[in-house]
Every structure is written in structure tokens, then in C-alpha cells.
């Protein structure tokens, strides 16, 4: 299976470009007020319209305001949307645009729980669980805890670099990668031969 790739937290034009170039599906953009890597809606505007025609450009929240989401979306394109917080499926669903819903790997979490939950999400994106961090912890968790028969294509985040995601994919068979601090030179600032390195290394498994 083709594993696709997203390149998140992506906070200049520059970098969005590089993800393309280097062959990434999709790119994040974080609009959490708390992460290094969030970007103002011109910010956002300028770096979606910069984009070559077939990579998906994916709007992070994290427990944001139905209101500040709708402003958001009147003025920035974005194909998917990606919900970070303790947002509850009928939040979710709000806006009638596909979503996916991160799952922080705690070690209470039951997947096939938050699969029937979140029933209409196009996936579920698995991240690292840290007590002071909703995302970009830049942290793994242990891969053999997931499930192999979930039903929902499944994206794999949560401390990914182009030295690791090889033993990632091979490991869990996701439907899709997820990487932001380990392909950047500081946080919010990408690295484009780390870009280039991660895409090759995920190419590769194939």
C-alpha cells in the first residue's frame, strides 16, 4: 500500500513548497494558539494558495471555538480539517467538512472505542500522549499497541523522523505518517533536506 505522507506545522511559504516538491500528499497547518507552530489566518491564506493543485491542506484545532473555526474557514482553503483537542463527534461534524480526530495514546485509550465514537471521521490520527502537550512533543509511543484491525484508515504521529518512520511503517501499517518536529531546524521552521530524507525513507518501505 502507498503510505501517505503529511508534513504539519508548516508556518512558511517556502517550507509548503518544499513538501510539495519533495512529494508529501498533505500539509498541516496549526492554528493552536499555544503551539510554536501556529499561524495567523494571512499567514495560512498565503501559504494554501501557494500550493500546487493535489496536495491536501489540512486546518489543525485544538479545542478552538466553533466561531473562530468558521471565521477560519471563510478565509483560508482547507480540504480537511483535524481536531486536536477534546472535541466530542458532534462538534466535530459541525461544519460538514471530512475530518480526522487525534487519539493521544494514554494508556487507558481503547481504539476500537474511539473508532465506533468517532464514526464518520475519514480516519484517526494517533499521537503520543504527554500530560503538558496536546501535539508536536516530538515523542513515540510504543507501536505494537496498535490494533491491526481497525477499520478507519489510520495515521501514525507522535515523535516520527526519517531515521524512525522505516521501523514505523513496517511496525503498524498506517494509512498514512505524520511527521512536524522531526523534519524542522527549530520549532515551526522546517528543514527541507530533512523533508526530502523522510519522504525518500517512507517511498522506500514500499
Not at 196 to 201: D, E, G, S
Amino acid at each position: 500500500m502507498h503510505t501517505r505522507i503529511k508534513i504539519c506545522g508548516i508556518t512558511r511559504i517556502k517550507d509548503a513548497l518544499a513538501a510539495a516538491e519533495a512529494g508529501a500528499d498533505a500539509i498541516g497547518l496549526v492554528f493552536a494558539s499555544a503551539s510554536p507552530r501556529c499561524v495567523n489566518v494571512e499567514q495560512a491564506a498565503a501559504i494554501s494558495r501557494s500550493l500546487p493543485p493535489f496536495v491536501t491542506v489540512v486546518g489543525l484545532f485544538v479545542d478552538e471555538p466553533e466561531k473562530r473555526i468558521r471565521e477560519i474557514l471563510n478565509r483560508v482553503h482547507l480540504d480537511l480539517l483535524q481536531f486536536h483537542g477534546r472535541e466530542t463527534p458532534e462538534q466535530c461534524r459541525l461544519y460538514g467538512r471530512a475530518y480526522v480526530k487525534a487519539i493521544r495514546m494514554h494508556n487507558a485509550v481503547d481504539l476500537h472505542a474511539e473508532e465506533h465514537l468517532y464514526e464518520d471521521a475519514s480516519g484517526l490520527l494517533l499521537d503520543s500522549f504527554t500530560e503538558t502537550e496536546m501535539g508536536g512533543s516530538g515523542k513515540t509511543f510504543d507501536w505494537n499497541r496498535v490494533p491491526r484491525d481497525l477499520r478507519k484508515p489510520m495515521i501514525l504521529a507522535g515523535g516520527l523522523t526519517p531515521e524512525n518512520v522505516q521501523h514505523a511503517i513496517k511496525t503498524v501499517h498506517p494509512y498514512a505518517v505524520d511527521v512536524s518536529s522531526g523534519v524542522e531546524r527549530s520549532p515551526g521552521v522546517k528543514d527541507a533536506d530533512k523533508i526530502t530524507a523522510f519522504v525518500n525513507a517512507v517511498r522506500t518501505t514500499q
